[in-house]
């Protein structure tokens, strides 16, 4: 059964159309990377499974309902978003705690979660990173680097089953480019549902399972093999 079916999905921004009639799955447990050039619709799609905005026609469904019955009503709109994670490419729109402990510690907070077990899974996702040593710093004074684990931290401290991550490898460091995708890796061998947007073809290709390739209003998806076979796909993946 498909995590996520998307079927027949526009979208455009007054008369400019970005995507056009698209349609395609994500499994369950897929590390999935969607790659384009800048403008192709990738990070529209991301806040379209997330609700943030609606296609013009077309669907997303996630379980087998639709996304907008998930957040019409309370309940499931808070099942939906404790289950669907989200590391936006501007981390600090989502730092607004005074302590990294307090930032990775809201969610299960609002999940009305025991403080033991608060408390525990802030340490795990403290050590997931290695930033025991920051729990009472500010967010916002951090580096870039370390905000964007923070940030993660804090959508992990969720468990959620679907991590979406826009462009988490943007502005970093080779060695904390490295240190991330180590982590997706585990989540990935966990389990979990994983789907980036990144430009990084190289550093992902032995990770992910599949890509969506976007451009011209298109979402093609693409196993590994295919885009390992295709010689002119395998080049134009590498120049996004």
């Given at each position: ?198 430009h990084y073809f190289d550093q992902v290709k032995d990770l992910a399972d599949a890509y969506v390739i976007f451009g011209g209003g298109q979402a093609v998806k693409k196993t590994r093999a295919e885009v390992f076979a295709d010689a002119d796909l395998l080049r134009s993946v590498r120049e996004y």
């Amino acid at each position: 059964m498909a995590l996520f079916s998307i079927q027949h999905l526009s979208f455009g921004y007054q008369d400019k159309q970005v995507l056009d009639d698209i349609g395609f799955d994500i499994e369950t447990g897929e590390f999935i990377c969607f790659m384009g050039p800048n403008g192709g619709g990738k990070s529209t799609l991301l806040q379209m499974m997330l609700g943030f905005l609606e296609p013009r026609s077309g669907s997303i469904a996630y379980r087998r309902r639709p996304v907008p019955q998930w957040l019409a009503d309370p309940k499931l709109k808070r099942e939906y978003h404790q289950q669907v994670g989200i590391l936006f490419q501007n981390v600090d729109v989502q730092l607004f705690n005074s302590t990294v402990y307090d930032e990775i510690a809201f969610g299960p907070r609002q999940m009305g979660l025991s403080d033991e077990e608060i408390d525990r899974r802030v340490q795990d996702c403290l050590g997931i990173f290695g930033l025991q040593g920051l729990a009472e710093n500010v967010p916002y004074h951090l580096s870039g680097g370390e905000k964007r684990e923070v940030a993660l931290a804090s959508v992990l401290a969720l468990n959620p089953d679907v991590v979406l991550l826009d462009e988490p490898l943007v502005g970093l460091t080779s060695n904390n480019r490295a240190k991330l995708l180590d982590v997706f890796d585990q989540l990935h061998r966990l389990g979990k549902t994983i789907v980036m947007i990144t430009h990084y073809f190289d550093q992902v290709k032995d990770l992910a399972d599949a890509y969506v390739i976007f451009g011209g209003g298109q979402a093609v998806k693409k196993t590994r093999a295919e885009v390992f076979a295709d010689a002119d796909l395998l080049r134009s993946v590498r120049e996004y």
